[in-house]
């Protein structure tokens, strides 16, 4: 099993930046792919990026490209989002997601470990 666990979520204005982090822990990282999801408050969990195992392969969904940057540490066994440009429509609960494959899914169920998520919110 791999455990994830994610930080660097906050409160942040519009237009401001955060990074999260997702520290992974049990077994090989750099076997595994791993994405980003997110929850926004009434609505379903939906993709936002991933990185395969090797890290030469990103994968953004369309309203995070060009603002959002996925990028992992193998060493450090460790998983980015570095999010700028930010929006009250970015408000939501962020999730690393892990699953034992090359490339990253961009579907949920695809994925088989999950952190608890962090809370990130974009005040207007």
């Known amino acids: 099993q791999v455990q994830l666990v994610e930080s660097g979520g906050g409160l942040v204005q519009a237009g401001g930046s955060l990074r999260l982090s997702c520290a992974a822990s049990?077994?090989?990282?750099?076997?595994?792919?791993l994405g980003w999801f997110r929850q926004p408050p009434g609505k379903e969990r939906e993709f936002v990026a991933a990185?395969?195992?090797?890290?030469?392969?990103?994968y953004y969904t369309d309203s995070a490209k060009g603002r959002f940057t996925i990028s992992r540490d193998n060493a450090k066994n460790t998983v980015y989002l570095q999010m700028t440009s930010l929006r009250p429509e970015d408000t939501a609960v962020y999730y690393c997601?892990?699953?034992?494959?090359?490339?990253?899914?961009?579907?949920?169920?695809?994925?088989?470990?999950w952190g608890q998520g962090t809370q990130v919110t974009v005040s207007s």
């Open positions: 990185i395969s195992r090797s890290g030469g392969s990103t």
């Open positions: 049990g077994r090989t990282f750099s076997n595994y792919a």
């Open positions: 997601a892990g699953e034992h494959a090359i490339l990253a899914p961009a579907t949920a169920n695809e994925y088989d470990y």
